[in-house]
C-alpha cells in the first residue's frame, strides 16, 4: 500500500530534492486513476499542481486526463518530454499520464524536475503489446524512489493480470484503443495466445 510520503519539509526549503513516483502496469489496472488519486490529494492539500499528458492521447479528452471509469482532471497535452520542463513553472507537484508514449527525454525531464525539489508522478504501461518493456518506463521506474505495479483482472481466466494482450492484427507499437483493441491477461492466458519470439 503506497502512502505519501512527507511533503513539508521539501516545500519549506526549495534547495533540497523532491522524489519521482512511478504507476505502472496492464491496461485496465488503475494506472491514471491511481495517478488523478495522487494528484487530487495534492490539490486538497493546496499544492501548486501541473500535469501533463501526450498529445496523441486523445481517447477520451483533447486535454484532461481521464481514466477507464470516466474519473478526470485537467491537464496540458505536450509533444515532447522536454516541453514538461517549460511548463511546471513553480509547481510543487508534477503528474504525467501515459508516459511510456513519451521520447526518452522523459527520464532526463523527471530527474531535473526532482532535483529542483519537484514531486514528480508518473503513470504508464510498463510493457508493450508485446510483452517487451515500453519506451522510457524502465529508465524510469530505475530513477523513482518509489514503484508501484498495480494489477488488472484478466479478461480470459480471471487471474492476476499483469500483460496488455492486443486484439487487433496490427503491428504497431503504438495503437491507442480500449477494449475493442485490447485484453488484460495473467501471463499463462497472454503466452497462450501470443505469436512473437517469447512464446512458448
Not at 514528480?120 to 510483452?131: E, H, K, P, R, S
Request: net charge negative; hydrophobic share 40%.
Amino acid at each position: 500500500m503506497f502512502v505519501e510520503p512527507r511533503i513539508d519539509s521539501f516545500r519549506a526549503d526549495r534547495r533540497s530534492a523532491g522524489w519521482i513516483e512511478v504507476v505502472c502496469g496492464s491496461m485496465f489496472s488503475g494506472k491514471t486513476e491511481e495517478l488523478i488519486r495522487r494528484l487530487n490529494r495534492a490539490l486538497i492539500a493546496k499544492q501548486k499542481v501541473e500535469i501533463f499528458k501526450p498529445a496523441i492521447d486523445t481517447r477520451y479528452h483533447d486535454t484532461d486526463v481521464v481514466s477507464h471509469n470516466e474519473t478526470s482532471i485537467r491537464s496540458t497535452p505536450v509533444q515532447f518530454a522536454n516541453d514538461i520542463l517549460l511548463l511546471s513553472g513553480d509547481s510543487d507537484v508534477v503528474g504525467i499520464d501515459e508516459a511510456q508514449f513519451f521520447d526518452k527525454e522523459l527520464v532526463k525531464v523527471a530527474r531535473i524536475l526532482a532535483n529542483k525539489g519537484k514531486r514528480v508522478i508518473l503513470a504508464g504501461l510498463d510493457m508493450d503489446f508485446q510483452g517487451e518493456p515500453f519506451g522510457p518506463m524502465p529508465g524510469l521506474m530505475g530513477i523513482a524512489e518509489f514503484v508501484t505495479k498495480v494489477h488488472a483482472i484478466c479478461m480470459k481466466c480471471g487471474g492476476v493480470a499483469s500483460y496488455s494482450y492486443r486484439l487487433t492484427t496490427s503491428d504497431k507499437k503504438v495503437l491507442l484503443g480500449e477494449q475493442e483493441a485490447y485484453e488484460a491477461r495473467c501471463r499463462h492466458c497472454f503466452y497462450e495466445d501470443f505469436k512473437g519470439d517469447h512464446a512458448g
